[in-house]
Structures are given as structure tokens and as C-alpha cells.
């Protein structure tokens, strides 16, 4: 990925030569994709077997802090241990599968509201009332069962349920969050629309004219981007026009925090997104064809001396999230609303994304090619196990 220098300079080229990122083809995406249920199946059991993003490292601020949400229809519940290490199990107690942790929250132990069994924050099942009415209980055995995989990276916690099928987004991950980001919120939300819909809608700017003539658009450019891939990922960015200002700026240390709006679409299901005055990470849980639940954080921008951020900023921060939420995304949210009532109307069997739309593409492809491994593997499952 370019630094910001590079990419000042990139953007400068495009805007002096009325010209944007082209990829080399289009792509034709077939519409089932986005309404089979085998497809939607397939996709789920996938999430199972890649690194997906589960909460940003700043949701588990404290020893003891947890988030517990479903992913990929599991439930999990992630915990920053009492020695600081982040650990993610299946959110089942070992007796009779109540659920152990809902939402966010700081503890000490995980006690099980159904009988009271009590689990240590490493997973050890730590106490069991009246411990004599279980003789067999092999209590070193039946600690909570770890996921296969966490990994922090890009300031993001990464769960691998299951033995992955390649690396997905680990493959090669741009820099993403900084320590010295502040979460000031976040929120659980649903849409009935399929979760490819909501991520194409922010992959492109080809858009940004006719969707957005009166909110994004007199800030920025009709149909200007730099698209990047990196790995299976990819980043999209999105120049304010008072980018122009910083043409003759010392290039060294050179920031365009706050000239730029910029998508890093973490593959496949997540996207962290530069705004203007702060970050937003979106991580999806499709939880049908139709039916996506979305968990969003926000997070001010980094300071470069990693200091905290003023009141002013903090303010700034939520002012602009405030100002996307009643603009442009109610804009993109029509849209992607109004595609998915006509995904059955027979005028497509797919849909066509051009040269601009090239990390559309770039998801489509990739997930293709897991999709496919996906399917290798499991065939081999099923060879191994008849
Ligand atoms: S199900 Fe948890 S203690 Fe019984
Ligand atoms: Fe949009």
C-alpha cells in the first residue's frame, strides 16, 4: 500500500489528468450468489474457517473485559485474560451448554447463571456446586473450549473458529488501527439485505455523483479513487477536494488524515474506514441470504505523538459520525435496500462490475477462490469420514 506522500501524489496525477484506478476487467457476479441459501451456507461455514475480525483490541480495554456476539452463527465470547493475553472460546458452559457471557462487560470469572459452574478467564473450569453429584466430572477436561485460533493484528482481534482453509486477510494486512485510538462508541444494528450488497456499496466511487449529489459529492469527485489490493484485501480511497491545498506540502511525516475518506475492506466481512474525523470498523455477521446484523465501532483518529485525544477532537469525532448517519449512508442504505427487493425480479442473472469497481471485483474473486477450497476440503472430510 502507498504511504500517505505516495498516495497525495497519486491522487494529484488523477485529479490533473481527469483520470482514476482502472482494473485490468469487468466481472460478471451471478445473482444467485447473493440469494441461494447453499450459497449462504457455504459462505457461513467459510467465516468458520478463515480469520475473521471480531472486535477491535480497544473494545477489551481492561483485564477481565469481554465481548461475547455470535460469528458465523457460533457463539463466542472473547476475554482479555487477568496476565493481559486475549482468548476467545465458544461461549457454551461444558454442563448443559447455557451461555456463558452476553455482550460487553468486565468479570473476573465466568459463572453460568443456569447452575453456577465457574470458569476462570484462561477457560479452566474453576468451581461446580455440590461437585459431588457429578463422580465422573474430569473437571481438568472440561475447562471452555478454546477456538482454534486469535490473533491481534492491525489493532483488531482475529477469530479462527475452526482449522482455517488459507490465511484470508492475514495473508497480508495494511496497517489499520493505531494504539493510541479511543473507541467512543458502538452499536449492533440488522438490515434485511444480503452483506454483499452493503460491502460493494462502499467499494466503488463511481457512484458518489449520482447517489450522493448533495452530501458527499460537493466535497469530493465524481468517480476518483486509488484502489489497492493487498492480499485477498483491498482499500479504496476517496480524496476530499481541500486535498488540493496540500499540493505544495512537505512530503516528509505527510498526514492526509481528514483529506481523505478510506475503505480497508478486511476480507470479506469487515471493513475499517478512515473518515474525516473518525474511524469506523463494521464487522458483519450475515445471518441469512436476506439478513445481515452488523456491529460497528467507532474510534477517533490517531494523534501522531500517541497522545490522547482533546475534548475538541472527541467532539469533532461524533459530530461527524452524527453527519454521515443522516446523510450519506441513509443514501447508500436506499440503495442497497432497493437492490436486494429487486435481486428476484428475473431482469438479472448478474450483475456487471466494471473497470471502477475493481475491489468488487477483488472480493468476488477471492472469495471464489476460498469458496473453492472451502469445498475441496470438505470433500476431503468426507473421504476421511464416511
Ligand atoms: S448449564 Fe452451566 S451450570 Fe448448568
Ligand atoms: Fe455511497
Not at 459462505?43 to 477481565?64: H, K, N, Q, S, T
Not at 456463558?100 to 476462570?120: D, M, N, P, S, V
Not at 497480508?172 to 452499536?187: A, I, R
Request: glycine share 6%; with cysteine; aromatic share 10%.
Amino acid at each position: 500500500m502507498q504511504n500517505d506522500a505516495e498516495l497525495l501524489d497519486h491522487i494529484l496525477s488523477h485529479i490533473d489528468n481527469g483520470t482514476t484506478d482502472l482494473g485490468d476487467e469487468d466481472w460478471h457476479e451471478p445473482v444467485a450468489n447473493y440469494s441461494s441459501q447453499a450459497r449462504f451456507d457455504a459462505e457461513r461455514r467459510l467465516m468458520r474457517r478463515l480469520p475473521v475480525p471480531f472486535c477491535p483490541l480497544a473494545a477489551l480495554p481492561e483485564l477481565g473485559s469481554y465481548v461475547a456476539r455470535s460469528s458465523a452463527g457460533v457463539p463466542i465470547v472473547v476475554v482479555r485474560d487477568l496476565d493481559g493475553t486475549i482468548r476467545a472460546f465458544r461461549n457454551a458452559c461444558r454442563h448443559r451448554g447455557m451461555q456463558l457471557a452476553e455482550g460487553t462487560g468486565c468479570t473476573k470469572i465466568f459463572r453460568c447463571t443456569y447452575h453456577g459452574w465457574a470458569y476462570r478467564l484462561d477457560g479452566r473450569l474453576e468451581y461446580v456446586p455440590h461437585e459431588h453429584g457429578f463422580p465422573d466430572l474430569d473437571k481438568d477436561n472440561s475447562g471452555l473450549v478454546p477456538v482454534y485460533a486469535v490473533d491481534i493484528r492491525g489493532g483488531l482481534v482475529f477469530v479462527t473458529q475452526d482449522e482455517p482453509v488459507g490465511p484470508g486477510a492475514l495473508e497480508s494486512l495494511p496497517d489499520l488501527l493505531t494504539d493510541d485510538q479511543v473507541l467512543f462508541d458502538s452499536n449492533e444494528s440488522v438490515n434485511d439485505i444480503n452483506w454483499k450488497l452493503t460491502a460493494e456499496a462502499t467499494l466503488e466511487g463511481y457512484h458518489i455523483k449520482p447517489t450522493h449529489p448533495e452530501t458527499f459529492y460537493p466535497y469530493g469527485y465524481d468517480n476518483m479513487n486509488v484502489i489497492e489490493m493487498q492480499g485477498p484485501n483491498s482499500r479504496i480511497c476517496f480524496p476530499f477536494r481541500r486535498i488540493e491545498k496540500l499540493r505544495d506540502a512537505p512530503r516528509q511525516n505527510l498526514s492526509l488524515d481528514r483529506m481523505v475518506t478510506v475503505v480497508n475492506r478486511v476480507f470479506p466481512f469487515a471493513s475499517v474506514n478512515r473518515l474525516s474525523q473518525h474511524y469506523d470498523v463494521t464487522l458483519a455477521e450475515p445471518e441469512s441470504p436476506t439478513r445481515t446484523r452488523y456491529f460497528s465501532y467507532k474510534l477517533t483518529l490517531p494523534i501522531p505523538d500517541g497522545s490522547a485525544p482533546t475534548e475538541e477532537a472527541l467532539t469533532r469525532a461524533k459530530k461527524d459520525v452524527a453527519f454521515l448517519a443522516s446523510t450519506g449512508n441513509k443514501e447508500d442504505e436506499k440503495v442497497v435496500t432497493d437492490i436486494q427487493a429487486a435481486i428476484g425480479s428475473g431482469a438479472n442473472t448478474y450483475y456487471t462490475f466494471g473497470r471502477f469497481e475493481s475491489a468488487i471485483a477483488h472480493l468476488h474473486r477471492n472469495l471464489a477462490h476460498y469458496l473453492a477450497q472451502l469445498d475441496e476440503l470438505e470433500r476431503d472430510i468426507v473421504t476421511i469420514v464416511p
